[in-house]
């Protein structure tokens, strides 16, 4: 063998032996389950899941808790809530200070907002149709003044319209934008904020400075204020609407978020995954030294944040944390065993493991050895059972016969047990419409008509005229059905648990179950007579459930979101001169006395308020839920080493298969190679 091959063939033996160094570090590699790469030293991220994709991220339109969880810490409000108060309480966000309100009289009345100097938006490319080369600009009230118009637009449909409304002019400007678009294609063909700077905006939308936005509202609706603490009212530039048109690569605006928020979405995956990273130009990063309430972590409002350590944090500038990894879990089991294995930061408690992981009301010592924290609130909702007003048998039609019917229904149904059979105990029995923490709940309170009293509830049939539930028109049990479009085994399973109830006095329901649009479609037509809903508070004012009683949102005449189609005139009265009132002793007797006619009436069964139980690791710091679908992560911190330390505990790769693998690879192959280079000397 010549000089030249001996040098090629050692050669080629040594990568050989790179080759099984090689394939060792990757065999080591492949033992870990760490779906993750390695975090960038330093940085502090926060991981974790949705299931569901979000349908848009508009903020004229995204109305669910998935998309809130971007819109929200994307898009920045003028308003905000404090963070450790609660009940909760607004503050100022993006505008100096909480609006003054000016009476103008007659009910009509004037909010006036100033804007914080000197905001930017997030960086973008949309903002070169502005200015060459521009990334950013500063916010004015224009960009509200702009949402606020998107909101009235039938072309965006928005589903808050309606307490947009109370707004002078804002449904006008609608019906004048939908004319001039059906009489006038050029009109129709340019961007909408030609449009609407063409048509004069909103009649009781003012920007009489840059910084300052006036509202006049036509009729008292103080709860305009909590609408300015949701992405429906944040600035939005009219570049992004403009430049993200789905057109020529271009993603659309309802995919491509440009806010003002404490993060921006770096990635988009709407299907498997996204991230948030810490946006430079908020104004928390960008000016500090302004101590803005929503841009520091606040002083402790109540014991509890001094218990937990939350103290320590006052005054430190916020975002607490640089990135936010959401990934996309489809089924509930491995979303938890990855919590558990310390790849995600906080985790819901999935039915299976409740009992080995919650233990009379406490962690479980496994959980407490790993260093877990149990969080526990009480959702600000309602689920309830309806019946259908314009029914002739449960409805109005039927006046004290089905009054009492609905009563003997009611008091027929052990909710507590339906708690500890369904969701692990998880929940709190309703009284009223109302939840705890929103004003007018009272704990105190005890509807008569609302307890498991089957004796009365017999009376109440008799009374009623179905004596031991016989029909006398048919001398057979009356016949009701209960519409649900939950049609998997366990929805079923929740709806037998009422029939089999009411079958305990006489009552024959049969369970009527379609697929979604069915369901919408029956409730549209008004041929349903018993139905299950719930509601979640878009703001913590009783007012915000309330008018889910209220006629005029009645579903048969208004197609509002009263499914019960109840209507009572003094109920009526009664929820329009609450829902003006600020809090005090007024408006509470007026509360009172609209529960009182709830409790006798009973359009609903109101059965439960929701009680989360949330896990989070030891590392995660500063977890106070807000009930209401607001992302905080800015006020979340982590302590990435401590992570680092117990996933490597947690997740110990078991390597003696590799190492047997290596072990007769080496035997296998070293000798070849060894009589490979031998044969070529």
């Given amino acids: 063998m010549s000089g030249g091959h001996r040098v090629i063939e050692q050669r080629r033996g040594r990568c050989v032996l790179v080759g099984l160094g ?37 903020p004229a339109t995204a109305y669910t808790t998935v998309a809130h969880s971007v819109t929200g810490a994307v898009y920045e409000t003028l308003l905000k809530y404090h963070f450790l108060k609660r009940p909760l309480e607004l503050m100022p966000g993006l505008a100096a200070a909480l609006p003054t309100v000016e009476d103008l009289g007659e ?58 409304a109370n707004i002078d002019g804002f449904q006008e400007f609608g019906s004048a934008l939908a004319e001039r678009r059906e009489a006038d294609e050029a009109f129709a063909a340019r961007p909408v904020h030609e449009q609407y700077a063409e048509l004069g905006g909103i009649r009781g939308i003012a920007t009489p400075t840059p910084w300052t936005l006036e509202i006049t509202l036509h009729r008292p609706y103080p709860q305009i204020r909590y609408w300015f603490a949701m992405e429906f009212s944040t600035p939005v530039p009219w570049e992004a609407v403009a430049y993200y048109d789905g057109q020529g690569g271009r993603p659309r605006f309802d995919d491509h978020p440009v806010g003002a928020g404490p993060f921006y979405l770096a990635e988009y995956d709407k299907h498997a995954r996204y991230v948030l990273e810490k946006n430079p130009n908020w104004y928390g990063v960008r000016n500090p030294e302004w101590r803005a309430p929503a841009a520091v972590f606040p002083e402790p409002a109540e014991e509890s944040d001094v218990d937990s350590g939350r103290a320590e944090y006052a005054g430190r500038s916020l975002p607490l944390i640089d990135r936010v990894i959401v990934v996309r879990e489809k089924e509930n089991i491995p979303r938890f065993n990855k919590f558990i294995q310390g790849y995600y930061d906080a985790s819901g408690i999935i039915k299976e493991s409740f009992d080995s992981v919650v233990v009379e009301g406490g962690l479980s010592e496994e959980m407490k050895e790993r260093g877990m924290r149990l969080g526990k609130s009480v959702s600000p909702d309602v689920f309830y059972i309806g019946f259908n007003f314009d029914d002739e048998v449960i409805g109005r039609a039927g006046g004290e016969r089905s009054r009492k019917l609905r009563q003997a229904m009611s008091l027929s149904l052990d909710v507590g047990e339906f708690l500890r059979i369904f969701n692990n105990g998880r929940g709190v029995v309703a009284q009223s419409p109302l939840p705890p923490g929103i ?14 009293d089957l004796e009365r509830a017999r009376e109440l049939m008799v009374e009623a005229g179905y004596p031991g539930g016989i029909d006398p028109a048919t001398n057979e049990a009356l016949k009701l059905g209960f519409d649900t479009a939950n049609t998997t085994t366990a929805g079923l399973n929740q709806v ?11 009552i024959d329901v049969a369970i009527r179950p379609t697929n979604y649009n069915q369901f919408q479609d029956k409730i549209r037509r008004g041929d349903y007579q018993v139905f299950q809903f719930g509601w ?46 600020e809090n005090g002793p007024e408006r509470i007797a007026e509360i009172r006395e609209m529960r009182s006619i709830l409790e006798r009436e009973r359009p609903w ?16 710091k500063n977890v106070k839920p807000m009930g209401l679908s607001i992302p905080t992560y800015q006020y979340r911190d982590i302590d990435p080493e401590a992570r680092r330390a117990l996933r490597e505990e947690w997740n110990e790769p078991v390597l003696w298969p590799a190492w047997t693998l290596l072990f007769l690879a080496f035997l296998v192959i070293v000798p070849g190679v060894r009589t490979y280079l031998e044969e070529r000397q």
């Fill in 107 to 164: 009910g009509r009345s004037r909010y006036r907002f100033v804007l914080r100097k000197g905001l930017l938006f997030a960086d973008d490319a949309c903002f070169e149709l502005g200015a060459p080369g521009a990334r950013t600009r500063e916010i004015v009230m224009g960009d509200v003044a702009f949402q606020l118009m998107r909101l009235a637009d039938p072309k965006v449909g928005s589903p808050v319209i309606e307490p947009f």
């Fill in 439 to 452: 004003y007018g709940f009272d704990s105190d309170y005890q509807n008569p008509n609302r307890r498991l």
């Fill in 536 to 581: 979640v508070a878009d703001y913590p004012d009783p007012e915000n459930f309330f008018f889910l009683l209220w006629s005029k949102m009645a579903r048969s005449v208004a197609g509002g979101p009263n499914a019960a189609n109840f209507m009572d005139d003094r109920f009526d009265e009664l929820f329009v001169s609450m829902k003006a009132r």
């Fill in 496 to 506: 037998r648990f009422f029939t089999n109830a009411w079958r305990e006095i006489g």
């Fill in 22 to 58: 090689l394939a060792l570090t990757l065999v080591l590699t492949a033992c870990s389950n760490d779906p993750y790469p390695p975090e960038p030293p330093g940085q502090k991220i926060l991981y974790s899941s949705f299931t569901e994709a979000p349908r848009t991220l508009d």
């Fill in 605 to 620: 069964i109101e059965l439960f308020h929701r009680e989360d139980y949330s896990l989070y690791q030891g590392w995660v």
